[in-house]
């Protein structure tokens, strides 16, 4: 299950870091509020119940899965696939799409079909309150969700200050073995890291994932260790680790899991991820200090 849910994300991302410019969007204003919503990413969904237009969705893609009112929505397509009949038989006027997760293609598609597609990116975790903001203009429900981005505004404001209460840790966010794959500084959960305190190893490689191998991952003697957990069965992803008792985060102790689910998308559970990572790296710190 964890191997079969990160390539699409990670291959989404890379893809996110060199896109064309997406086409010039229409103000919010521009329409009437929309009432028949498709969404063409998990996250997406997300964001539109967090605004308060849930009740206007009629579509999302395959993953769409919280909150739980999104599981019972019609499916009409993947990441990788969207099924145009499907899409038109909904009779939608607005489809969010994500500019790093459709392809291209696909949006050009929808809109030779005469369908308005708005498609959204976010850039870095300020970007998720204002696709807040711009989604509650799209659906009519402005107010509640200027009222939920200033709460993600306000936890985001929170955690920035979480860095201060302790010495920068060194650490390798793992989303997955057999290959590793890790995130850059510009990934999301790479910038939550930074909030946290944590001084990733493999920050400053180019794009937003990478695949990095364990000779490398052993160099960089990372203090923590963090892997993404699917509750897959099994020994788990942390367990290989666990033969290289001399490496810092194994001496230390300092295996971390953290639900794959509240870091894989930008939507508000993100900070949900960014503060259980906040709270490992606390822990680390404790073991990490005399007599800890």
Known sequence: MRHRWLPAWACALVLGACSPAAPPQPAPGDAPPARRIITLSPHLAELVFAAGAGDRLVGVVEFSDYPPAARQLPRVGDAFRVDYEAVTALKPDLLLAWTSGNAPETLARLRQLGLRVVALEPADLADIAGQLVTIGALTGTRALAEAAAAGFRARLAALAGHA?????????????????????????????????????????????????????????????????????????????????????????????????????????????????????????????????
């Open 164 to 292: 201060a209460r302790g010495p920068p840790l060194s650490v390798f966010l793992q989303l997955s073995e057999q290959p590793y794959y890790t995130v850059t500084d510009r990934h999301f959960a790479g910038q939550g890291l930074r909030l946290c305190g944590g001084d990733n190893v493999f920050g400053a490689l180019p794009g937003l994932t990478a695949i990095v191998s364990v000779e490398s991952i052993l160099d960089a003697a990372p203090q923590v260790i963090i892997a993404t957990d699917m509750h897959a069965a099994g020994p788990g992803p942390l367990a290989g680790w666990r033969t290289w008792p001399a490496l810092p985060a194994v001496r230390a102790g300092n295996l971390f899991l953290v639900d794959a689910d509240l870091l894989a998308r930008p939507g508000p559970r993100l900070l949900d991820g960014i503060e259980a990572i906040c709270t490992r790296l606390d822990e680390a710190r404790a073991r990490l200090r005399p007599g800890g």
